[in-house]
């Protein structure tokens, strides 16, 4: 499954590698891409999982909502 999410926050390439970098770090995330222009976040997950990546997104200090 992929999913994009909305992210706020991001200022600069080090805030979107965090979020790639935390992203990953959730079981069943196969892949995260982060567009810091266009502040999202695309994830390919298995399954659902998009509450999980909120969570840890919020937890490093960034905004994330599903789109």
């Known amino acids: 499954m992929k999913k994009t999410f ?6 600069c390439e080090h805030c979107a590698k ?10 069943g995330v196969l892949s995260a891409e982060v567009d810091l222009a266009a502040a999202r976040l695309t994830v390919e997950m298995e ?4 509450a999980a990546v ?3 997104v919020e937890k490093a200090g960034y905004g994330a909502r599903p789109e």
């Open 54 to 56: 909120v969570e840890k």
């Open 18 to 27: 965090t979020v790639e970098r935390v992203t990953k770090k959730v079981a």
């Open 47 to 50: 399954g659902d999982l998009s």
């Open 6 to 11: 909305a992210i706020t926050g991001m200022t």
